[in-house]
Structure formats: C-alpha cells, structure tokens
C-alpha cells in the first residue's frame, strides 16, 4: 500500500514517513498543495494524510480536486484547525477522516489501516438495498426508479447505512464512519440526519426502511 503525505511541516512529515514505513507502507511526502494535488493522481496512492494549511494551494481545494478525479480514495485530513466549522467543511469536500493536532500515531496508524481495509468495499460503483439504489461515481440515488436529492452529508449517511443493512450501528459508530467524531459533540446530529433521510427517501405512501432500535441505534432493513 502506498500513502502519500501532503504536509508542509518537514518534522511531522518526517515523523509520519518513518512511522508509517515502520507499518510497512510505501511512503511518499509533498510539501505544498499544488504538488500534492498532481500527487494525489497517482494510480498507485492508496490513500492521502492531507494537511489544510498549505501552501501554493489550500487544503480544501486540494480535497474538492481528488473526489472529482478520485472519489474513492481514502483521504485523512491532518490539521491544527480544530473548529467544529472548519471538520464539517472538510467532511462536506469529502474527507475520510479528521484528524486534530496533537494526534496520537497508533491512533493515526489505526485509522489508516481502518480505511484502507474498508476502500475495496467502498469503491463499489453501486449499492442496492431495500428497494434504493445509490451510485458512487454519479452521487445520484433513487428509490423504485424515482430520483431522490440528498446532501453531501445525506449521501454519506445513506451509504454507510446501506453498506451494513439489516445491521444495528449505534450512534456514536456512526458518528465515526459519517461525521469523524471520535467524542459524541453533545448534540442530536445522527437523528437529526436520520430524519431528513426518512422524509426524502418515503415513496409513494411507503415509509423509509429505516429503523430505531430502542437504546442501540438505526438499522436500514433489507427484507429482500
């Protein structure tokens, strides 16, 4: 597997480059966005750890290029900004992961084989369940043939929870996979998402497939 570190600050470059050949990866380091955004397409990087702050090009702009170009490939944003502005952004561009300065390696290093062993399931073109049909390249889902919009986040959501239907995920797993938040932000973000996925997804007087699961969370439910 070969990760590619787009970071500007050559000591946590180099920190991230020996601990990660340690693992047994083949690593490769840019300094700036602009060489990391024509790195990044590179058919044989199997995932990026991308600092925001950049220079020559913003790592946000960074991360809108490769999920044109690349939509399934893993990215792991690696940044000081820790506002809860500034993770939802990068989640909405289409981030992986977020990830806080100070971080932990083993946690980084968990992360990182957590994603790369989830890229073949996540690279499917297409997931059907439950009568819905979601596809990764065009981002367009449909329920019995109609179209149905989502946002970024929705479509997120809807796809995490049709990759593991008719299985309860807890809240604070969702969480994790959909929004990057290791520490529950104290807010009723899942159910609120949950509901707006409910609403656009009933057709043609069938409720969503989506289930509350008292004290344990939401399954989607594919009776096929």
């Given at each position: 597997m070969h990760i590619l570190i787009v970071e500007d600050e050559a000591a946590i470059a180099g920190f991230l480059e020996r601990?990660?050949?340690a693992e047994g990866y083949a690593v490769s380091c840019v300094a700036d966005g602009v060489e990391g955004?024509?790195?990044?397409?590179?058919?044989?990087?199997?995932?990026v750890v991308l600092d925001l702050m950049l220079p020559r090009r913003d790592g946000l702009e960074v991360l809108a290029g490769i999920r044109e170009t690349r939509p399934h490939l893993p990215v792991i944003v690696l940044t000081a900004r820790a506002e809860t502005g500034e993770k939802v952004a990068a989640l909405d561009r289409g981030a992986t992961d977020y990830v806080t300065k100070p971080f932990?390696?083993?946690?980084?290093?968990?992360?990182v084989r957590a994603h790369l062993r989830d890229?073949?399931?996540?690279s499917l073109p297409r997931i059907e369940a439950a009568d819905i049909r979601l596809d990764m390249i065009s981002r367009k889902v449909e329920r019995d043939g109609m179209p149905v919009r989502l946002s970024a986040t929705e479509f997120r959501l809807l796809a995490y929870l049709m990759r593991h239907s008719n299985q309860v995920l807890s809240r604070e797993r969702i969480l994790r996979a959909v929004w990057?938040?290791?520490?529950?932000?104290?807010?009723?973000?899942v159910g609120v998402y949950v509901g707006y996925l409910r609403r656009k997804l009933a057709v043609s007087d069938r409720p969503a497939p989506i289930e509350t699961v008292r004290s344990a969370g939401y399954r989607l439910v594919d009776r096929a």
């Open positions: 601990g990660l050949a955004a024509r790195a990044a397409q590179a058919s044989d990087i199997d995932l932990s390696f083993d946690e980084l290093a968990a992360r890229r073949d399931e996540a990057g938040y290791e520490h529950d932000p104290g807010t009723n973000i």
